[in-house]
Structure formats: C-alpha cells, structure tokens
C-alpha cells in the first residue's frame, strides 16, 4: 500500500473528525449531563461533552498533568507516525497500514483539540462558544479540552448482588462519550486484533 493512500486515510479522518467537533462547539452548549442530548434516537445520542485527560477522561493530576499528557500524545504519534512510514517501506500488508493510519489519525485528531482548543474557542459553559474570542481562548496552548459528542447508552441492567462492592448498582452499557478519533484508535486497534494473521505473518 501507497503512502499516498494511507495519508488519504489520515487526512479523511482527521477532517471528519475537526469537523464534527467544530460544528458542536460553535452551535451548542457544553451539556449538563446524558439526557441533554442534541439528538436523541434512543440507543444513538448526540450529547456535547469536554474532557481534559486521555481516553474515558482519564487525567495526570497536578499542575503540569495536562502538559505531561500532551507531551505523552505527541510522542506517542510520532512512533505511530514512524511505525506507519517503516510499515509502508517493508510492504506490510495493507490491513496493517490500514489499521495504523486509522489509529495515527485518531491520535492526532485529539491532540489538536488539547493543543489548540483552548486558544481558538470561548468556554462552552455559559453558552455557544465563539471562535478566536476578542477576550481570549479559555484556556492556554496545551490546555484544551477534547471534544466529545457520540453516546450509545445500548441498554440498562443491575450488577448481581453478590459482586463486591457494586452489587445492586445500576449500570448503562455503553456509558462512554466519544467523539470520530476515539472511533478510528478503536476501529483500528479491533482490526488488528481480528487479522493479527496477516497483520503479522510469521515469515
């Protein structure tokens, strides 16, 4: 596979992905919670959320967590990016570039958010968010938080009683807040997972 092609998959990406979390920011406000939804069809929900960490919101406390996690992300695309580039140099099989374009793009996609956001947009909070705010960004470089938007809430049920500790409690499957990138790392991650055969052969 052509590096042209896997770059087609990067950009095709991270455009879907900017777009849509553009289009959220400057048309509606940050949501209260899951039943604030812009759209609700039931077992597919489009609700505006922001994190400040990694994957599920996952954050580095302490003043310069945030910074320790971009760092973190900026690293970790440059090995993705060098492993897609070394992948197409060795003619790997195209599952495995593939799988690697839709994983960099992902990668990428969110870093802009945690990059750029915070200096390109007003906050969300106390109403639609404008783009390059007279007052300033709300936050500064390297403090923006990620766009989240895909709710699949697929159905409800109670955890048995004799689990410790969380026996009886309620529970959403699948409670998660996503946005296009996270979809992509996941997508990518699952098909190499599905064809770790012809991801990588043996000989």
């Excluded at 489009?46 to 599920?56: H, I, K, M």
């Excluded at 697929?154 to 955890?159: A, E, I």
């Excluded at 990138?181 to 996941?186: E, H, N, V």
Aim: with cysteine.
């Amino acid at each position: 596979m052509k590096l042209s092609k896997a770059l087609l998959i990067v950009f095709s990406v991270l455009l879907l992905d900017q777009i849509s979390k553009i289009y959220i920011k400057l048309n509606y406000q940050l949501a209260s919670n899951s039943n604030d939804a812009i759209l609700d069809w039931g077992k597919f929900k489009l609700v505006f959320y922001e994190n400040a960490g990694a994957a599920w919101g996952t954050e580095i406390p302490g003043d310069y967590g945030k910074i320790i996690l971009v760092v973190f992300r900026i690293f970790a695309v440059m090995g993705i990016g060098y492993w897609l580039w070394s992948s197409i140099k060795k003619h790997s099989h195209k599952i495995l570039i593939i799988c690697i374009s839709l994983i960099l793009a992902g990668a990428i996609g969110n870093i802009i958010d945690s990059v750029f956001y915070g200096v390109l947009f007003s906050d969300s909070y106390h109403g639609v968010a404008e783009f390059l705010p007279e007052e300033g960004g709300y936050a500064p470089i390297f403090y923006g938080k990620v766009v989240d938007m895909l709710y699949f809430p697929l159905f409800d049920g109670t955890f048995p009683s004799w689990v410790p500790g969380i026996g009886g409690n309620k529970f959403t499957f699948f409670n998660a807040v996503f946005n296009i990138a996270d979809s992509a790392i996941t997508i990518g991650v699952i098909l190499l997972l599905l064809f770790s055969k012809k991801a990588f052969p043996k000989n």
